[in-house]
Every structure is written in C-alpha cells, then in structure tokens.
C-alpha cells in the first residue's frame, strides 16, 4: 500500500477556500486516491475519489497532478462546521476493501 | 433511508468481562467492515464479512476476538476478557457489493475498560 504523508493540523478562517494536500510518492498504477471526514465522535464520510486530473462534486475538488505523486484537497468557502480531520487514502479502487486511514489533517476553521 | 447503526454507543467494562458490539448495516448493503481507532490515531481494518461468511480477518487480534455476521440480525463484535487495551472505538461500516471501496461508517461505539 502507498504511504501518504499530510499535514498533522491547518487552520483557516471562515469563508476562506482552504487546501490540503497529500503526498504519495509510491502511488501504483491502480492505486486511486480517496478522501474521507471525520467529526468528532463519528464515523469517516467519504467525501470525494479520483484517479488523475480533477474531480469535482458538490462539497471539495480534488487535484491530481500528472504525476500523480501527490493530489490536493480543496474545501471552497470552509465553515465552523468544516471543522474535522481530514484523512488521505492511496490504494487500489474498485474491489479494495481494505482501507487504510493515517493520522489525518485535522483542520480548525476559525470564525 | 437509514444510515449504519451501532449500539451501545459507549460501553464501559471491567478487565476480564466480555464486550459485545452491534452493527446493523444500510438497507440494501450485504457487505460489512470493523474497524478500530485508538485515540489519536487512524482507523485500522479488522475484519471483513458478508451475510454468515468471514471473507478477510486478517487485521483482528488473533486471541480474545471475534466478528459474526449472521444471516438474520445484525453484525457482533465480541471481545472476550477484555483488556485495559482494547479501549478504543470501534466503527462498523457497509457498503453495497458493487463498491466494496466506497464504505459507508457508524457512529461507532466507544469502548472503555477499566
């Protein structure tokens, strides 16, 4: 499995578009790139999955490089309740089950 | 459309008894996962089941543990003479057998020994 290093903590402002990202160096070929939230006393929510290029749902982007050795996280316009960890995770797409979480981001916004 | 449940959601025991641990999965989901989190770490995969088969507990401790996934009722984590370090929370998720990657979490339920 790839090893995924981020940034323990950030903090941002409210209203501010904030950008985590993730380094993967050893990203294989069908690795794909997922991210996950988690708020305190909760379960992860996955939030948005990409291979290369760009990706775009209705809460985050997630930028891929061409190289793809690391992909970037970006939450538009963060509120208080943007508030959690962050979590990074580099493995195989369909047919892995097997997830594997780091420490995470844990990102404060401020208001 | 109810999302993953899990009960207790705290649950305090004393060195030596057993903990059990419930997971109902999302409607339509045949698919279920535990896994553990110590405190200020990541989740770590334990066990893999479907409906009255284990498929993958390679991440569970090999004593004191484990998983059943019945064909009716709900998914039991059972941790037998629990230990001072077995306190963590424990999360349960499902997902359809389509997207066995896009895994869908329970509250979780946080285990304390004392």
């Known amino acids: 499995l790839a090893k995924t290093t981020q940034p323990i903590s950030m903090d941002s402002y409210e209203g501010q578009e904030v950008n985590i990202t993730c380094s993967h160096n050893?990203?294989?070929?069908?690795?794909?790139i997922t991210w996950y939230q988690q708020f305190p006393s909760q379960g992860p929510r996955f939030i948005i999955q990409g291979y290369k290029t760009k990706v775009t749902n209705e809460v985050a982007s997630l930028f891929i490089p061409a190289d793809r050795k690391s992909s970037t996280l970006s939450l538009p316009r963060v509120s208080l309740s943007d508030t959690a960890v962050y979590y990074c995770l580099v493995g195989p797409g369909a047919g892995s089950y097997q997830l594997t979480f780091g420490k995470g981001t844990k990102l404060s916004v401020i208001p | 459309n109810a999302g993953v449940m899990q009960n207790p959601r705290h649950l305090v025991r004393r060195r030596g008894q057993e903990a059990r641990l419930r997971c109902s999965p999302m409607k339509g989901h045949s698919h279920v996962y535990w896994y553990r989190q110590l405190p200020e770490e990541g989740l770590k995969f334990m066990v893999y089941?479907?409906?009255?088969?284990?498929?993958?507990e390679s991440g569970m401790p090999k004593e004191r543990f484990s998983a059943e996934f019945p064909k009716e009722g709900p998914s039991i984590l059972r941790i037998q003479q629990v230990v001072r370090g077995d306190s963590a929370a424990y999360f349960c998720a499902s997902s359809p057998e389509t997207s066995v990657y896009e895994q869908y979490f329970g509250p979780g339920t946080r285990l304390t020994v004392t």
């Open positions: 089941l479907q409906k009255e088969n284990i498929i993958d």
């Open positions: 050893n990203i294989a070929t069908n690795d794909y």
